[in-house]
């Protein structure tokens, strides 16, 4: 039975291995592919070609060491083999939930430093158990638990948040003063000896890093680098200057795209071969424990594991299968692409959606930084200061909001100074044989790049500060988090056995499918798009045209809104209500938008144009106009219910819902008439206005004959007041829009094609 249970437990942990290896990799993509998307250097499918070659060579070649037991974060010997299975399981099962759960997010965490405090938790959670079971001291648990491990894991959270913020931007302000934003008309010189130290950076990183555990590299050539570094590092920066030259003078080919495609090429590798046992090392550690217990016939409760300690080697099949895991995911996974996009939009050059709102702690950062830089930069000299501005010079690109997106998030020297920053520092750190995280160096480093290249301006500043914050703050969470819980699943697994597996398995697979289907559900909304679009004509007919959809959409979600409104509250239902909330929240949202993008509309008008600025600017004041009623039809309605208010009486509803009737009917007339693009239809609708107007007039005047006669509840009377003086805003701000539309439409001119930047 027990042999049965623990073959149990070991096909669970395959079925893990294989569930962290799609989150795992989901998460660590961004270490990279960050750089090659953001800087746009090659086509997307060039870019996963690439990382998917890097990733197999790296798969394949790696020793597949459980890196994690052999540098000893707990001591096996001091263990049987029950509890190391306990410890095991207690892992995996935390590791994919909370690596889903980041991933979700969006946001990047190190596997490497969630992997290392599970297993810290879970041992710790095990080793206090038998402590107290063995009526120790708290002391012991040092017997258990190797703190100097601990303690250097997270020095090394710190130290490369630090260190690698700090050389990027370092490394990025010099190579901008010596290549500038026109880097491309440089001397072939110049970006030779550029390609000649990126090149021989990453090769040196890929030697070292990447495959000088592995069985490509003889322990002679090994030992020569070792014994040789800096003749190994002088020859290659000789030979890559010599290719670098010849490929820009002979092949004009462009050196910075190949430091790119070496860069990303080097890390997918240094990812597969290094942190592949981040996902499979656990099971496999688990899958020998088995088979040393399996032939000893000693009971699970009494076989000490001590031979854990020696090095786990992991078949090359396990290797070579895990490696077609990980290429498949990249490939496929969404969420992979929702992790790259949060780093490449905080590193992005110019504007564009922020994804993070600002908080206190990123405005103070911000403040004070300005002070600082004003204070330093009021030392310096006024000509070095007018020289350094020169180098950052760029000529300015205005495009309209939906067309920034085409545009590299950054240039190709920042994505090749990213690469080659990260790769050398992961080099020295490895080493060194220093715990350092490869996402927390290579975020880290894109991050320093962006301040240092000026992209956190003004008008950004503080939503990027906020969106660092949030990352940098979800690392330390990863931490915090995977400790705590790893321990509280073990206890679990100590506590209930089998029965304990079985629920925290089921409870797992429940939530990485609700996960799924509610990403895939977000995916699916996102691609429905749903949201407004922005005007980018230069005419007002060419306005009116574009805007159509947009109308469209606003007419049919304020019509869902307020029915939902009236009904809600008849039914006193605060589900609907706070659900509706949301809904009319995203349509303002949309329209600050637009709002937002009328600096690139008019940048992007002729002159002549006002008539159409006018137009746009007149037709968001309305859509403004219509979302704030609904707000505050919303909020009222929500308040009153909340606070469990009087109901609306019978009449009071009936009449309410006769507005609705009628409105809706108008609505979806107007609906129909801007999905056509018929704008005589609105006429129709507009010979309605006075009509409609005139029943909500009707309705004041019987409510105050109410109010006179038989209303006894104050707030029943604002609230039904209130909701219909908005109600008649509402109608009020649609029909000067529909009139707006309807008298400046002309079918017979040609609305102003736009140009193509």
């Known amino acids: 039975m027990a042999e049965n249970f623990y073959l149990f437990m070991i096909i669970a942990l395959a079925a893990l291995a294989i569930t962290d290896l799609v989150v795992g990799v989901s998460n660590d ?34 020793s597949g060491m459980m890196e994690v037991a052999r540098k000893g974060i707990f001591n096996p010997g001091e263990f049987v083999f029950d ?77 490369s948040v630090i260190i690698a913020f700090t050389i990027g931007a370092i490394i990025q302000f010099l190579t901008r003063i010596f290549l500038t934003f026109s880097f491309d008309k440089k001397p072939v010189w110049v970006g030779s000896a550029f390609g000649s130290v990126g090149i021989t950076s990453i090769i ?29 590092i002088l020859i290659n920066l000789i030979v890559w200057f010599a290719v670098s030259w010849m490929t820009m003078q002979v092949f004009r080919q462009n050196i910075y795209r190949l430091i790119i495609i070496l860069g990303t090429f080097a890390l997918a590798m240094a990812f597969a071969g290094n942190d592949l046992v981040n996902f499979i090392g656990v099971p496999i ?25 020696a090095a786990v080697q992991t078949p090359t099949l396990l290797l070579f299968l895990s490696g077609v895991v990980m290429i498949i995911t990249l490939w496929f996974s969404t969420k992979a692409r929702n992790v790259v996009k949060t780093s490449v939009d ?78 050398v520092l992961i080099s020295l750190a490895t080493s060194m044989k220093l715990p350092l995280s490869t996402t927390y160096v290579t ?45 509280i699943v073990a206890y679990l697994i100590y506590l209930g056995g089998f029965t304990a597996v079985v629920i925290l398995l089921l409870l797992s697979g429940i939530i990485l499918v609700r996960n799924y289907l509610n990403h895939r559900k977000k995916s699916l909304e996102e691609k429905m798009e749903y949201g407004l679009r922005r005007a980018e004509s230069s005419s007002i007919q060419g306005v009116i ?52 993008n009328i600096f690139y509309f008019i940048k992007n008008l002729d002159e002549g144009s006002e008539g159409a600025t006018k137009f746009y600017l ?49 609505l979806e007339k107007t609906r129909n008439a801007f999905d056509k693009k018929n704008f005589e239809e609105i006429g129709a609708v507009l010979a309605h206005k006075d009509e409609l107007l005139e029943m909500v007039s009707e309705k004041i005047s019987r409510q105050i004959a109410r109010t006179r006669t038989e209303e006894s509840s104050p707030k029943n009377t604002t609230l039904y007041f209130n909701l219909l003086t908005e109600t008649k805003d509402l109608i009020t701000a649609t029909m000067n829009l529909l009139e707006m539309y309807y008298s400046d439409y002309d079918s017979n001119v040609e609305p102003a094609a736009v140009e193509e930047n």
């Open 545 to 596: 045209l574009e805007s159509a959809g947009n109308i469209s959409n606003v007419v049919k979600r304020c019509n869902k809104i307020y029915t939902n409104s009236i009904n809600g509250l008849s039914r006193q239902d605060l589900d609907v209500l706070k659900k509706n909330r949301k809904q009319v929240n995203k349509l303002s949202a949309e329209i600050d938008d637009l709002r937002d």
């Open 618 to 666: 007149d037709t968001l004041d309305y859509l403004q106009d219509m979302a704030q009623s609904l707000e505050y039809i919303i909020k009222i309605s929500y308040k009153h219910v909340n606070n469990n208010h009087k109901k609306l009486k019978y009449s009071q509803i009936r009449e309410l819902q006769e507005i609705d009737e009628e409105l809706e009917t108008l």
């Open 443 to 487: 975020f880290m480093v894109a991050m320093g790049t962006s301040l240092a290249d000026k992209a956190w301006g003004s008008e950004s500043a503080v939503y990027r500060v906020a969106g660092v914050l949030n990352v940098i703050g979800g690392w330390f969470l990863t931490a915090i988090t995977a400790f705590v819980a790893s321990g």
């Open 285 to 309: 550690a688990a899958y020998q424990a088995f088979l040393d217990w399996n032939s000893s016939g000693v009971s699970a409760l009494e076989y000490n594991m001590a031979n854990l300690s």
């Open 204 to 232: 040196y990183f890929i030697i070292v890093k990447g495959l000088k555990s592995t069985a490509l590299l003889s322990d002679t050539v090994n030992e020569f680098i070792a014994l040789n570094t800096g003749l190994f």
């Open 29 to 62: 993509a961004v270490n990279f592919l960050n750089s090659a998307i953001g800087s746009k250097a090659i086509s997307f499918r060039t870019i996963m070609i690439v990382a998917s070659i890097g990733i197999a060579m790296g798969a394949i070649s790696s």
């Open 83 to 159: 509890e190391i299975m306990i410890i095991f399981m207690a892992v995996m099962i935390t590791d994919i939930l909370l690596l889903d759960f980041f991933n979700t997010l969006g946001m990047p965490t190190s596997t490497t430093v969630s992997i290392v405090f599970e297993l810290l938790g879970a041992s710790v959670a095990i080793s206090t158990v038998k402590i107290l079971n063995l009526d120790g001291e708290f002391t012991d648990l040092w017997t258990y638990i190797n703190t100097e491990k601990a303690t250097e894991i997270i020095l090394g959270i710190i130290l």
């Open 346 to 423: 905080l590193s992005r050059q110019d504007e564009g959606e922020e994804r993070f709102q600002p908080n206190y702690l990123s405005r103070v950062v911000v403040k004070y930084s300005i002070k600082s830089f004003e204070n330093v930069s009021g030392i310096l000299p006024r000509s070095l200061k007018r020289s350094i501005d020169a180098q950052f010079q760029k000529e300015p690109v205005f495009l309209p909001k939906s067309k920034v997106k085409d545009l590299p998030a950054f240039d190709m020297v920042r994505a090749s100074v990213n690469l080659m920053v990260a790769s």
